[in-house]
């Protein structure tokens, strides 16, 4: 399926990485840190460079002051349709339930995110927002809301889509986009896209607004052009970016196009508070989505699961920052720790110890689970003795034959609604000595039984 092929894709770009893509991905990743280092100034020096361009500034320190700002400026320029290119910080935000509780017609034209508002749920991946559906659920939710006459041809269901979509083009008086980064050194919005939705709603409607978190934030032009080399091979397997802009505000005197009033919105809603902890480095985060396609945790539960806008491992860390650590108690549990998120993240940020942090501010703060003590010291002497271990493994295999597809307590909550993965009818070690049996190490002895280690102790305190 699509899933699949996308997941291969990665797959083979991330296995064919060259010393060329390291040295870029410190480069990327030293632009943010640096950008972070300096985020107070930047800020300010964005401000003025991006008055200086048209743009009008406003600054949220929350979702609902940011969803009042949108629906002011709507009224001040008596918009009634609304169109939107893709943004995961709209969806943090509730932009669209509040501008539709207002009464504004609001319509998403990124393909994926405008299937997803007409089946009325959320996105599943941040890069790919309806990975989660299949073709045959695609053409369902389009026949069912559009009206569209059934096909299964994909490219007849994007051509559908596309003349739908271009009459909301035509007749929006208002565009809202994101902003991939915000440039300080010229006060302009860097925006990546493939689809050229995002083009058409910052360029037709006669209102942009641009809604951007505050570390969005790079230096330079330089820094900008590091950053989209590193963005698309990490989130798609691309070169580049099917569309790569710097936008600079409405048009001008002479220009025939672009909007008549530009605004950008500067959001906060808990980054300032993120920025005074040890979490800070994850402000970096780009949206690629790279980690998520190498979390084998998140390829294997999907990314609703994760209960928020951010799934993968990159949520694990910013939801609980973002709606409290009480409130999503699971989620830096959520991982197997492997290290593939970092491996893969563009920018080098070191999910695996943040959320190894956040464990330890579980504890500290009381918000364990109950038994879970207890828990891990049955963990700790099973692993810890070779044959309680090789014990419990004979056990669990027995134990699942038995019940098979019942599992019992918080297990069952799982086997309802997909298959429990089978635990391997041999464990590793056997099937090692069958293979070279030249090697077979025998049974498993403990420690103490082994005598003296063969190694020099020389030198060794």
Same mark, same amino acid.
């Given at each position: 399926?699509?899933?699949?092929?996308?997941?291969?894709?990665?797959?083979?770009?991330?296995?064919?990485? *060259? %010393?060329?893509?390291?040295?870029?991905?410190?480069?990327?990743?030293?632009?943010?840190?640096?950008?972070?280092?300096?985020?107070?100034? #930047?800020?300010?020096?964005?401000? $003025?460079?991006?008055?200086?361009?048209?743009?009008?500034?406003?600054?949220?320190?929350?979702?609902?002051?940011?969803?009042?700002?949108?629906? *002011?400026?709507?009224?001040?320029?008596?918009? !009634? +349709?609304?169109?939107?290119?893709?943004?995961?910080?709209?969806?943090?935000?509730?932009?669209?339930?509040?501008?539709?509780?207002?009464?504004?017609?609001?319509?998403?034209? *990124? /393909?994926?995110?405008?299937?997803?508002? #007409?089946?009325?749920? +959320?996105? &599943?991946?941040?890069?790919?927002?309806?990975?989660?559906?299949?073709?045959?659920?695609?053409?369902?939710?389009?026949?069912?809301?559009?009206?569209?006459?059934? +096909?299964?041809?994909?490219?007849? @269901?994007?051509?559908?889509?596309?003349?739908?979509?271009?009459?909301?083009?035509?007749?929006? *008086?208002?565009?809202?986009?994101?902003?991939?980064?915000?440039?300080?050194?010229?006060?302009?919005?860097?925006?990546?896209?493939?689809?050229?939705?995002?083009? @058409?709603?910052? &360029? #037709?409607?006669?209102?942009?607004?641009?809604?951007?978190?505050?570390?969005?934030?790079?230096?330079?032009?330089?820094?900008?052009? +590091?950053?989209?080399?590193?963005?698309?091979?990490?989130?798609?397997?691309?070169?580049?970016?099917?569309?790569?802009?710097? =936008?600079?505000?409405?048009?001008?005197?002479?220009?025939?196009?672009?909007?008549?009033?530009?605004?950008?919105?500067?959001?906060?809603?808990?980054?300032?508070?993120?920025?005074?902890?040890?979490?800070? %480095?994850?402000?970096?985060?780009? !949206?690629?989505?790279?980690?998520?396609?190498?979390?084998?945790?998140? !390829?294997?539960?999907?990314?609703?699961?994760?209960?928020?806008?951010?799934?993968?491992?990159?949520?694990?860390? /910013?939801?609980?920052?973002?709606?409290?650590?009480?409130?999503?108690?699971?989620?830096?549990?959520?991982?197997?720790?492997?290290?593939?998120?970092?491996?893969?993240?563009?920018?080098?940020?070191?999910?695996?110890?943040? =959320?190894?942090?956040? $464990?330890?501010?579980?504890? !500290? %703060?009381?918000?364990?689970?109950?038994?879970?003590?207890?828990? @891990?010291?049955?963990?700790?002497?099973?692993?810890? &003795?070779?044959? $309680?271990?090789? /014990?419990?493994?004979?056990?669990?295999?027995?134990?699942?034959?038995?019940?098979?597809?019942?599992?019992?307590?918080?297990?069952?909550?799982?086997?309802?609604?997909?298959?429990?993965?089978?635990?391997?009818?041999?464990?590793?070690?056997?099937?090692?000595? %069958?293979?070279?049996?030249?090697?077979?190490?025998?049974?498993?002895?403990?420690?103490?039984?082994?005598?003296?280690?063969?190694?020099?102790?020389?030198? /060794? &305190?």
């Amino acid at each position: 399926g699509t899933r699949t092929a996308y997941y291969r894709r990665l797959d083979t770009m991330f296995a064919h990485s *060259d %010393e060329h893509g390291e040295f870029m991905r410190q480069q990327a990743a030293e632009a943010k840190r640096r950008a972070l280092r300096e985020l107070p100034d #930047l800020l300010e020096k964005a401000e $003025r460079n991006l008055q200086k361009n048209g743009y009008q500034v406003e600054w949220a320190e929350d979702a609902a002051q940011a969803n009042q700002l949108v629906l *002011d400026i709507a009224r001040r320029h008596h918009v !009634r +349709t609304v169109t939107k290119s893709k943004s995961m910080l709209t969806e943090e935000l509730g932009t669209n339930h509040a501008m539709e509780k207002a009464g504004l017609h609001v319509v998403e034209t *990124d /393909l994926g995110e405008y299937i997803i508002q #007409l089946a009325g749920e +959320t996105p &599943s991946h941040i890069v790919g927002p309806v990975m989660h559906k299949t073709k045959s659920e695609i053409r369902d939710v389009f026949v069912r809301e559009l009206d569209m006459a059934p +096909t299964d041809n994909a490219e007849e @269901m994007v051509a559908f889509a596309r003349r739908m979509l271009r009459e909301d083009f035509l007749s929006a *008086d208002m565009g809202i986009s994101g902003g991939n980064f915000l440039i300080a050194e010229t006060g302009s919005i860097g925006l990546v896209m493939n689809e050229g939705n995002g083009r @058409m709603c910052t &360029s #037709l409607p006669r209102v942009h607004i641009a809604i951007i978190g505050i570390e969005k934030i790079v230096d330079t032009v330089e820094d900008y052009i +590091t950053l989209t080399q590193v963005l698309p091979s990490s989130s798609t397997g691309q070169k580049m970016t099917v569309y790569t802009n710097i =936008l600079n505000g409405p048009s001008h005197d002479g220009e025939a196009d672009g909007p008549e009033h530009a605004y950008v919105i500067l959001v906060d809603n808990g980054r300032s508070d993120i920025y005074a902890t040890k979490y800070a %480095e994850v402000l970096s985060c780009i !949206r690629c989505g790279a980690c998520q396609n190498a979390c084998p945790v998140y !390829r294997t539960m999907g990314g609703h699961a994760y209960g928020w806008v951010y799934g993968g491992p990159i949520g694990a860390v /910013l939801t609980p920052l973002f709606v409290g650590l009480e409130n999503a108690t699971p989620l830096p549990h959520a991982s197997s720790l492997c290290g593939s998120c970092k491996q893969v993240c563009p920018v080098d940020i070191d999910l695996p110890r943040m =959320l190894l942090d956040l $464990r330890w501010d579980l504890v !500290r %703060e009381g918000e364990s689970k109950a038994g879970w003590d207890a828990a @891990m010291k049955m963990w700790a002497i099973g692993m810890t &003795s070779p044959t $309680r271990f090789a /014990l419990g493994g004979k056990a669990a295999r027995a134990g699942q034959a038995i019940m098979g597809d019942y599992m019992p307590g918080v297990l069952g909550n799982w086997s309802k609604h997909r298959d429990f993965p089978e635990f391997a009818p041999k464990p590793f070690r056997q099937l090692w000595g %069958e293979r070279v049996p030249t090697l077979n190490p025998g049974p498993p002895r403990s420690p103490a039984s082994r005598g003296k280690l063969p190694i020099k102790r020389e030198g /060794l &305190s």
